[in-house]
């Protein structure tokens, strides 16, 4: 996730099948034999490393039941719909929307503005994996949503008790893939729950990170912040660099130490500690949903 004063990208330019890389650059990120207070702490809080909670631990959470229909039989949430039978009570809410148009192989027009939920419902409900429109409804935070849609997403216990309970900021992402989240690192832990569909997450520890964030800042003649970053990182030359380096297959442009990928699908979820770098790809068919919590 990309804090609050950063932005972020719907990315038009990879295939919505997932893209490998080689088996010694991207390992597997652990999973928690059981998703317990106590082993989540001992085995990831505390020694700060990331880990996948057993597969479908978060898959009860009421939003993830009442917010998507998705087809009998699709075990990896293939196909899943918004429940607009639903959903469209909370229409009026104002709600953070990026608009990405590809305009060429190598240029995006890229808009963000606030804008009633009710338009991307309408979008998501008619577009299609191939359009090259794009409305990604990103980093919508709980302080702007409405107290019924905030129930449906209660705080999970591995956030409230795992640390102090301090929980800097709770946002909801909504789109159909392909959607992107370029390269960056958070300034809290993160716990991060897919809700529908599928997305594969890239992570490379903080040192590792520091030194590819600095090689593309190097390569533009820059030397902006992982935490404070414009347009760049959404469009030209900045996007097009990050993305090489960790999703570039052809290229194969990441040389450095190994770093972890993991697939999370409906009710999978994952923790990424403060400093680690991650990069997020939505992939398959359908809506793709996720929640976010920072906490300490």
């Known amino acids: 996730m990309i804090p609050r004063q950063s932005l972020r990208l719907t990315s038009l330019r990879f295939l919505s099948c997932r893209p490998y890389s080689s088996a010694s650059r991207w390992r597997p990120v652990k999973e928690l034999q059981d998703g317990h207070l106590e082993t989540f ?6 020694p700060s490393k990331p880990i996948l909670l057993p597969r479908k631990h978060f898959f009860e959470l009421p939003a993830a039941q009442k917010w998507f ?3 009998p039989n699709e075990h990896d949430g293939a196909g899943t ?3 607009r039978n639903y959903l469209d009570q909370f229409g009026n809410a104002v709600v953070p929307l990026e608009f990405t148009k590809l305009s060429s ?3 995006a027009t890229f808009h963000r503005a606030e804008a009633p939920l009710a338009i991307f419902l309408q979008w998501a409900s008619l577009a299609s994996t191939d359009i090259e429109d794009r409305l990604y409804l990103a980093q919508a935070s709980f302080a702007s949503l409405p107290k019924d849609m905030v129930d449906d997403l209660p705080t999970p216990e591995i956030v409230s008790k795992a640390g102090t309970g301090d929980i800097y900021d709770t946002n909801i992402w909504m789109g159909i893939p392909p ?3 370029p390269l960056h690192r958070d300034p809290n832990p993160n716990m991060f729950v897919q809700l529908a569909g599928k997305k594969v997450v890239r992570i490379l520890e903080p040192e ?3 030194e590819v964030f600095a090689r593309v800042q190097q390569a533009l003649g820059k030397s902006g912040s992982a935490a404070l970053r414009g347009e760049d990182m959404m469009k030209g030359e900045e996007r097009s660099l990050l993305e090489a380096e ?3 297959v052809a290229s ?6 190994a770093g972890y990928e993991v697939d999370v699908n409906a009710g999978d979820g994952l923790f990424i500690p403060k400093g680690w770098w991650h990069s997020i790809k939505g992939i398959g068919d359908g809506v793709t949903a996720s929640v976010n919590w920072w906490f300490r």
């Open 69 to 71: 229909l998705t087809p």
């Open 252 to 257: 194969n442009a990441y040389q450095g130490p």
């Open 208 to 210: 590792v990170g520091d």
């Open 81 to 83: 719909t918004l429940n």
């Open 41 to 46: 702490r001992n085995e990831a809080f505390v």
């Open 246 to 248: 960790i999703w570039d």
């Open 105 to 107: 192989e190598s240029e």
């Open 179 to 181: 959607t992107y989240t």
